[in-house]
């Protein structure tokens, strides 16, 4: 008696459970990823070269923990009041000074509260 193996068959592969998947994979990007535009804050950096040396009217200190405005510690909501009341005593700009220690998120609030005042603000880094 001999006995024979049964033929192997190749099966169709279904693709209806792999557009499935695709579709919920796509699905899931499309609701997990944000669409949001940030806001631009404007940033002046300095001139090289000039060699004119103008001196800005109002100097911003940022370093860690703390900000100063001419000298004086101020709170980050302060800045635009008192850049505006500068400005109408005469002021025509303004610089950030960023020190080494300064975080990316300070420098951020401070250019983001200088904006708000109508005086050009420029960037200074690495020192104080």
Do not use: C, W, Y
Request: hydrophobic fraction near 45%.
């Amino acid at each position: 008696m001999r006995i024979e193996a049964p033929r192997f068959e190749r099966r169709r592969l279904a693709l209806t459970p792999l557009i499935d998947i695709i579709f919920l994979l796509l699905l899931f990007f499309m609701l997990s990823s944000t669409f949001s535009r940030f806001a631009e804050v404007p940033v002046q950096g300095g001139v090289a070269g000039t060699g004119r040396g103008e001196r800005p009217d109002v100097l911003i200190s940022v370093s860690s923990g703390s900000v100063r405005l001419n000298g004086a510690d101020i709170a980050v909501d302060g800045i635009r009041p008192r850049l505006e009341e500068l400005k109408r005593l005469g002021a025509r700009r303004a610089m950030i000074s960023v020190g080494a220690d300064a975080t990316s998120q300070a420098l951020v609030d401070v250019l983001d509260a200088a904006s708000g005042a109508d005086i050009p603000v420029s960037v200074a880094g690495g020192g104080q």
